[in-house]
């Protein structure tokens, strides 16, 4: 196990995030506190969705006919699907797959839902579990058997341009998302060999966790007519011709929750942005026997007019050591701790400590601004997590004019490798043989150069890393 | 069919609510409007629930053993429960249920989470999608095999009071929360051969659906020390002994939105309880084609004014006739519809039609006191369709005092019939086949009487209905 994998798995079972002792392997448990997490995230996701995605829900079950009807599909999903072949104990006429996603669970229904062109776009998104029968070696919120909260989006468009358009709008909707949670990622169109079954391409979003491994945390796919033709969803234009729609789909998983622990975590536990914090505020009252009374009123009226502002606030009075509720409150990644003693009471000041920096701060306590200054350094902290994540990862971002290069820089210094390639499968096959790690795909156009491996004119700026 | 289930199969279909056409028997597809009123009654539990309770998710799928091992609990689901026997191509070693139900999930977990008595008692919930292979003839929203809102509650305590007590608490919530909704219930204690699988005792809360048959919305299990026996649930108590816990569990489906749309609804259509309608206002302009800008501009600015107040609200300025938007509106079951015309703005007026009673009424329009009316008006129809649902279940539970009676009751009036009864099984049992309906349960106690089978001293008040 990896220094990382260490840390991952220790900060997940004391900060009760997840519990992994689940009877079967790959699925686990959300305790209250990653349930909190998680919900957070998720309605900082559905306010964007909400705006022009209608949100409905689709069985859990797939039956086998629908699930092979569209062929390369099927073939992408076969040896991951879980099937279930009896009721009670009796054997299904047919089979049922736990849905592994909901193309061909919603697809059938979309041919009954659509009918004119003045219906379109239509925009779908539901929020599910899903399976897939891993056999690789699994991680809590990184590889599972269970995904537990798919968001996955579906939307059908009248002609190429409404999909295609959808499609960037999908990756503003995800850049969005990740920007709020401080997560830095790169947009890159994945390989051929590497696309979505069905799909005619597929972007993804990939980020970096602190082992120099890439892991992919959303994917947006154009789905041109592929679908529409397999489970005929049709319109009738304006004109009164019937045409096939065009499709576009989308989705995040739990590696959300994983890339908010494992990029901004350090060495002292969790370090969350304050809008996915469980509580956002934790309050320690400094208690000496004489003033003990007085600290804690101040305190309670004070957690009052926070929690009332709309913040997400603790007061924490357990009798136990300070120090003990502050490695405690550090190791939860509560983003700001005000500490409140009697002589702060006197002088209208806070002692006021940032889990982003553990840096400590005397600042004055002022009634009338109290709220709008908490705001403020919640803001800040925002700000600095995006920041330095930022940094980190642009920082092991680093080009390749070789082979021979590339390869050292995933040997010597993990991370992404960018590198010109010409975009031809078999030099992609190659260079990724040559250097052991994938192809993450192609980030954007450069004017001039060579691929790296062909020497072939080459426009494609693309980049290589070591993957989950 | 009869008569009411063929108006809810329409009205499900008209206003949207759920597809029925996916292609698996007994599973169903939310669409948008269903999906609303289904997140706004879940928003409405969750925050009596959130007070006191802590919310957590749990893997969907239950290995075999782990089923098995509470013998009484397995016996209730054998014939229920869905089985996963293939991962991809590959059979799995270990049979795994869908979940019907998750005691067998969580409690292997609760044996490891419950330490001391300190930690006790401990309250959890999680909504999730639950499986059942229901043999008999399934309705959407009412007897389903893949229930898609399963609120089910768990809770842990020291000693056998503190569960009792539990169950009372779990009563008062969801009374609470059908109160909310305007659902008239009667809760009873279920006979000892209809009681939850391994529980102590089972309360149950029943409604009544507009064709004379009672609906069992929630049902709250005291469950005693059952299951922490076989699942090795212990604490340390204060002494240092080592003592197993006490448990109750509580549960919630989708029959609460049956529930909501079969009581309010009418010949109309949905008549919905603003606090779960989709949108509790609709402003309906009438459009002139001198005047039609100016009323355009007021409605407008009106939505906003309303929107910002936090209600939902929707401005329907479609070119189509009025007629048709007063009647999509109400079949809809928007629960206020404002018309505004020229004359109305000219004069400080607003044409209000209340969906419950379908009246029209002109109002002032006053903008000072605007917010504050149209939620004087939302109240009165929330508390409107409540006594009236209320007068109407109470109009339908009428006293027999011989089995002759009870049954005619049942035969020509339908609805729940209230008698006395020994307790003894034989006598129910007897009953029960007598009347040729189920027996709910035991409501309350009497003063003084005799059981209407065996004319021995009988103290419970017991109903009877013929069921769904």
């Known amino acids: 196990m990896s220094e990382f994998s260490e840390w991952f798995h220790n900060i997940l079972e004391e900060a009760e995030i997840i519990d992994t002792r689940y009877p079967i392997k790959g699925m686990h448990v959300w305790q209250p506190q990653g349930f909190k997490i998680r919900k957070y995230a998720l309605s900082l996701l559905k306010e964007i969705l909400d705006e022009d995605h209608e949100e409905v829900l689709f069985p859990m079950l797939i039956p086998e006919d629908e699930l092979a009807k569209e062929a390369i599909h099927v073939k992408g999903f076969e040896e991951e699907v879980y099937w279930v072949t009896h009721g009670g104990l009796t054997p299904l006429n047919k089979k049922l797959a736990l849905r592994p996603t909901s193309e061909t669970a919603m697809y059938p229904m979309f041919?009954?839902?659509?009918?004119?062109?003045?219906d379109l776009p239509m925009k779908f998104y539901q929020v599910v579990n899903t399976f897939r029968y891993e056999t690789k070696h699994t991680r809590p919120l990184i590889r599972v058997r269970e995904i537990t909260t798919f968001k996955e989006a579906h939307t059908i468009h009248a002609d190429s341009e409404g999909a295609s358009q959808q499609v960037e709008r999908a990756i503003e909707i995800y850049s969005s998302f990740f920007d709020q949670l401080g997560i830095p990622y790169v947009v890159t169109k994945r390989p051929e060999w590497d696309k979505f079954p069905g799909a005619d391409y597929t972007m993804a979003f990939d980020t970096l966790l602190p082992d120099g491994k890439t892991l992919q945390i959303g994917t947006v796919h154009n789905l041109g007519q592929t679908f529409a033709r397999t489970f005929d969803i049709t319109y009738e234009t304006a004109e009164g011709e019937h045409e096939y729609v065009y499709q576009t789909c989308y989705g995040l998983s739990d590696r959300v929750i994983a890339s908010i622990i494992?990029?901004?975590?350090?060495?002292?536990?969790?370090?969350?942005?304050?809008?996915?914090?469980?509580y956002q505020i934790v309050i320690v009252p400094v208690l000496f026997k004489k003033t003990a009374q007085e600290v804690l009123d101040f305190c309670n009226q004070l957690k009052d007019k926070i929690k009332k502002a709309g913040l997400r606030v603790h007061l924490d009075d357990r009798d136990i050591r300070a120090g003990k509720k502050y490695y405690g409150w550090e190791m939860r990644g509560v983003p700001l701790r005000l500490e409140i003693g009697p002589r702060d009471i006197e002088n209208k000041k806070m002692v006021v400590v940032r889990r982003d920096t553990l840096e400590k701060e005397i600042i004055d306590y002022n009634e009338e601004t109290l709220i709008n200054d908490l705001n403020n350094i919640l803001g800040n902290i925002t700000q600095n997590l995006k920041t330095k994540a930022w940094e980190n990862f642009q920082d092991n971002i680093r080009p390749a004019e070789t082979l021979e290069e590339a390869k050292n820089?995933?040997?010597?210094?993990?991370?992404?490798?960018?590198?010109?390639?010409?975009?031809?499968?078999?030099?992609?096959?190659?260079i990724e043989e040559y250097v052991?790690?994938?192809?993450?795909?192609?980030?954007?156009?450069?004017?001039?150069?060579?691929?790296?491996?062909?020497?072939?004119?080459?426009?494609?700026?693309?980049?290589l890393a070591k993957t989950y």
């Open 409 to 430: 820089i995933i040997t010597d210094e993990q991370g992404i490798v960018s590198f010109l390639w010409c975009g031809d499968e078999s030099c992609g096959k190659e």
């Open 436 to 463: 052991n790690v994938d192809i993450l795909g192609v980030k954007e156009e450069a004017t001039e150069g060579k691929c790296i491996k062909c020497g072939k004119d080459a426009r494609n700026v693309a980049l």
């Open 262 to 278: 494992g990029i901004h975590g350090d060495s002292s536990g969790l370090n969350l942005p304050p809008a996915v914090a469980p």
């Open 111 to 118: 041919a009954l839902w659509v009918r004119s062109h003045t």
